[in-house]
């Protein structure tokens, strides 16, 4: 979610919360439907709200069961979380603000969720060299209007972190009309809500035989 200085604030009809408040998030469907989890106010933390992520887990509603998920910008964890809650085999939720990540930490151990790890580093920086298989599916909720799509899209595809057949969700502001994309990955759903727009993509690429690998 968005976070950090106050410049990297969504858009959004609710005002900003004052400084040294704390958010809720309420997980809304799987295992921990209706928990209520606390994070703190670092910068202006949003999650996803219900009605998107509602949205979003009816697409992968038949993909998502012990899947391996990385959830970039993770900030309240709505995203992971929520994907833990309704059957994902394990989630790995970056987020490069300590307070943040402590609480992601804290909300796993109150969850009882040893499927779930947390990061706390720069989201370039962890993506920058892949030192472990790759995602099934990646949750990318990055601030809006920095650039960010444009700079880590095409460092997701070219370190290999998404399987073949693998999907990617993307929320961005609504008046970004285009970004590219990898070659291989394929459009397939996208809604616009007010001025957030998500997307859904999935990688087409072949999965490669041992044989392809040693040529």
């Known amino acids: ?9 969504k858009p959004g009809p609710r005002g900003k919360r004052s400084q040294g408040t704390e958010g809720e998030l309420r997980i809304i469907g799987g295992d921990w439907r209706s928990r209520k989890l606390r994070f703190p106010d670092a910068g202006g933390v949003r999650p ?21 998920c990385l959830d970039l910008f993770a900030g309240s964890g709505a995203l992971g979380l929520e994907a833990l809650s309704r059957g994902a085999g394990s ?3 970056v987020d490069h603000t300590p307070a943040l990540a402590g609480a992601l930490k804290a909300n796993l151990q109150l969850l009882k969720a040893s499927n779930g790890e947390v990061v706390c580093r720069d989201v370039t920086q962890y993506l920058t060299h892949r030192n ?5 599916i990646i949750f990318m909720d990055p601030p809006f209007r920095q650039g960010w799509l444009e700079r880590l899209l095409p460092l997701i595809d070219s370190q290999q972190w998404l399987k073949p057949g693998g999907w990617v969700y993307v929320e961005h502001e609504s008046e970004l009309a285009s970004f590219a994309t990898p070659a291989d990955w394929h459009l397939h759903r996208q809604k616009t809500a007010g001025q957030v727009t998500y997307k859904l993509f999935r990688n087409l690429a072949e999965q490669q035989t041992p044989s392809d690998q040693d040529d």
């Open 1 to 9: 979610m968005a976070r950090g200085k106050p410049a990297h604030q």
């Open 91 to 93: 989630a790995t939720l």
């Open 48 to 68: 996803s709200p219900a009605r998107t992520r509602e949205t979003l887990f009816n697409w992968l509603n038949f993909h998502l069961a012990g899947r391996d």
């Open 132 to 136: 472990r298989p790759p995602f099934d």
